[in-house]
């Protein structure tokens, strides 16, 4: 049941991946505008329409860079807590004698014993 309901959550959170593309497809856009426009004002001539044109082009890029950052770090942020739901859910309990025991437990139970035997 659990291994279930950790896929029905991870199919949900591709989803949500899915419909954040448009962002990140913003973001992509909006950092390629930004250099291209850094490079191209290094290079400009003293012209001053050149100077404003390639200031404006790397103004709009920054825009949609900070405009687009939320989505990016959402999935981030998702991506990160697939990868420790996966890496949680491949814990295993260890076998001694003959029940399975988790590592948490069989501390437990060791410092019970410690306490219960002075």
Known sequence: ??????????FVLLNVIANLVGPLIVLVIGAVLTYY???NLAKADKSLLGI??????????????????PGFVFVAA??????LMYR???SKPQTTNGSPTYKEYESFESEWR?????
């Open 88 to 90: 949680n859910s491949n």
């Open 52 to 69: 404003i044109l390639w200031v404006i082009v790397g103004a709009t890029g920054v825009s949609m860079v900070i405009g687009a950052l």
């Open 1 to 10: 049941m659990r291994l279930l309901l950790l896929i029905i959550l991870a």
């Open 114 to 118: 410690d306490i219960t035997n002075r």
């Open 78 to 83: 998702i991506v990160a807590v697939i990868y």
């Open 37 to 39: 426009a850094y490079k």
